[in-house]
């Protein structure tokens, strides 16, 4: 089990049909304001309903532990530290690109995987990595031409 801030990745191992039954946890708050587009929504919500992702929700214990935080010194959204709480409560660890997160989490006492790192955890071969990979630098490289 891991805790993922990434649609991007999600949405590439959908498309490679590498989705696990629950393997990853996203933070339900992403799906509130304006924090992903109506693609990145829908494909959210297609895989909590195909129980490929867990959507989790927090509770109380989340809010007091971010009103606890100095959240203006903090340079990521609620979602994100939403994402932080779920992997250090859970003990699971958090899978992002994110290096603010990455910093934050490790800050928080949580362990953090880049994506070569969850490839490997998550058994994937060599070639199959690559091959995400290389989707995954196209995407961002797009993304960033936008």
Not at 9 to 15: A, E, G, P, T, Y
Not at 26 to 52: A, H, I, P, W
Not at 87 to 109: H, M, Q, W, Y
Request: aromatic letters at 12%; proline letters at 2%; a negative charge.
């Amino acid at each position: 089990m891991m805790v993922t801030t990434d649609v991007e990745l999600l949405n590439c191992l959908r498309i490679l049909n590498m989705l696990k039954n629950g393997e990853y946890y996203f933070s339900n708050l992403y799906m509130t304001n304006n924090y992903l587009t109506g693609v990145e929504r829908q494909t959210l919500s297609n895989l909590f309903q195909d129980q490929k992702i867990i959507l989790f929700e927090l509770g109380n214990d989340f809010y007091k532990f971010y009103q606890g935080l100095e959240t203006e010194k903090i340079p990521i959204a609620l979602p994100g530290m939403s994402s932080i709480f779920f992997a250090k409560d859970s003990n699971f660890p958090l899978v992002t690109k994110c290096r603010i997160t990455k910093r934050i989490a490790e800050e928080n006492g949580v362990v953090v995987y880049n994506y070569e790192e969850m490839f490997k955890c998550s058994n994937m071969q060599q070639s199959q990595i690559d091959y995400i990979n290389r989707i995954l630098l196209m995407m961002e490289t797009k993304e960033n031409q936008i």
